[in-house]
Nanobody, 126 residues
Framework: QVQLVESGGGLVQAGDSLRLSCAAS????????MGWYRQAPGKQRELVAS??????????NTANTVKGRFTISRDNAKNTVYLQMNSLKPEDTAVYYC?????????????????WGQGTQVTVSS
């Protein structure tokens, strides 16, 4: 079984920083794209940032307010993706989820699947 475990969320004040981590574990052969999503109360889940296995990053237009403040990175040796969040604003308050496309299983029966973490709450007070 593959698991994504997130950490690093919390309650902070506007202008503070947080660093989220998401570590994948299990019978993993390869991890392709990894990403961070967020879902605020009453809103749809949106993609905040993504990164390929080669390190190419994308910050979708729907969340372009985070560009310049948030940075996604990954450590392939640790199967971990990070989201550095600086200059946090109250509108960044949401549950943050990581997502990864992972090839896992056993030799001869490995499969690609998209996996989600359990979510970590980020609350920014004004």
């Amino acid at each position: 079984q593959v698991q994504l475990v997130e950490s690093g969320g919390g309650l902070v004040q506007a202008g503070d920083s947080l660093r989220l981590s998401c570590a994948a574990s299990g019978s993993i052969f390869h991890i392709d794209a990894m990403g961070w999503y967020r879902q605020a109360p009453g809103k749809q889940r949106e993609l905040v940032a993504s990164i390929t296995s080669g390190g190419t990053t994308t910050y979708p237009n729907t969340a372009n307010t985070v560009k310049g403040r948030f940075t996604i990175s990954r450590d392939n040796a640790k199967n971990t993706v990070y989201l550095q969040m600086n200059s946090l604003k109250p509108e960044d308050t949401a549950v943050y989820y990581c997502n990864a496309d992972i090839l896992s299983g056993t030799y001869g029966s490995a499969k690609w699947n998209a996996y989600w973490g359990q979510g970590t709450q980020v609350t920014v007070s004004s």
